[in-house]
């Protein structure tokens, strides 16, 4: 996989991934001439297309587009397939998922992203190990927080009582 976008229905972009280096200049180009390209394609058309020299497989679901950019020879049903696998990660992980969750806690929609992705490649398949690795993260993150929160005296800090 080249990037994975996710825009809304009114073409703003909600999340961008890349998995190739590319200038700022020529990410926003290719971005904005995608979102024009999938927003302008109608409902019942295909969710697969040929651009420059990449295949685009986008799917909708509700007001979001997913978007991927895979190379020639790849398959486009198993991207349809990591597209859906992605939503159904997020949707676990927030309780049905909608846009603004993504908006208000992109961090997380990025964490739950490379906890399945790496360098544009599927790293785990389950769901379940996924969804065990994030939780992981959110408590290890919520212990972190507490200890900063807790006042300690300078002798506790270095362990010496």
């Known amino acids: 996989?080249?990037?994975?976008?996710?825009?809304?229905?009114?073409?703003?972009?909600?999340?961008?991934?890349?998995?190739?280096?590319?200038?700022?200049?020529?990410?926003?180009?290719?971005?904005?001439?995608?979102?024009?390209?999938?927003?302008?394609?109608k409902p019942k058309m295909c969710s697969f297309l040929e651009w420059r020299d990449l295949k685009i497989v986008y799917k909708r679901y509700a007001s979001l587009y997913f978007c991927c950019a895979i190379e020639d020879q790849d398959n486009?049903?198993?991207?349809?397939?990591?597209?859906?696998?992605?939503?159904?990660?997020?949707?676990?992980y927030f309780g049905s998922v909608c846009e603004l969750d993504i908006i208000f806690n992109f961090e997380k929609a990025y964490f739950i992203l490379d906890e399945f992705l790496l360098g544009g490649e599927v790293q785990e398949t389950s769901k379940k190990n996924v969804l065990k690795a994030i939780e992981q993260a959110d408590l290890l993150q919520e212990v972190s927080y507490k200890e900063a929160e807790t006042p300690r005296s300078v002798l506790e800090e270095i362990g010496l009582t």
Do not use: C, N
């Open 1 to 41: 996989m080249q990037f994975m976008l996710l825009f809304s229905r009114q073409g703003k972009l909600r999340l961008q991934k890349w998995y190739v280096p590319l200038s700022d200049k020529e990410k926003k180009k290719i971005t904005r001439e995608l979102v024009q390209t999938v927003l302008a394609r």
């Open 76 to 92: 486009e049903l198993i991207t349809l397939e990591i597209i859906h696998r992605y939503v159904e990660l997020l949707d676990k």
